[in-house]
């Protein structure tokens, strides 16, 4: 029988802590990887399209 420990997920054994550590690890890089795809609108400023808007107009 291992020793429990708290950690967030509850108590867990020592093996459950490894195996949650390797999975933490592996969505960690999973974002990393993603995170230029979760956020498309993002364009490297020498491709933006410069929209200018007049505020003082009152019809569009």
């Given at each position: 029988?291992?020793?429990?420990?708290?950690?967030?997920?509850?108590?867990?054994?020592?093996?459950e802590i490894k195996i949650f550590g390797?999975?933490?690890?592996?969505?960690?890089?999973?974002?990393?990887?993603?995170?230029?795809?979760?956020?498309?609108?993002?364009?490297?400023?020498?491709?933006?399209?410069?929209?200018?808007?007049?505020?003082?107009?009152?019809?569009?």
């Open positions: 029988m291992d020793i429990l420990k708290q950690t967030k997920y509850g108590w867990c054994s020592q093996t390797e999975l933490d690890r592996e969505i960690k890089q999973k974002k990393k990887d993603d995170s230029k795809q979760d956020r498309p609108f993002i364009v490297p400023k020498e491709k933006r399209e410069i929209i200018k808007i007049d505020w003082r107009r009152g019809d569009m």
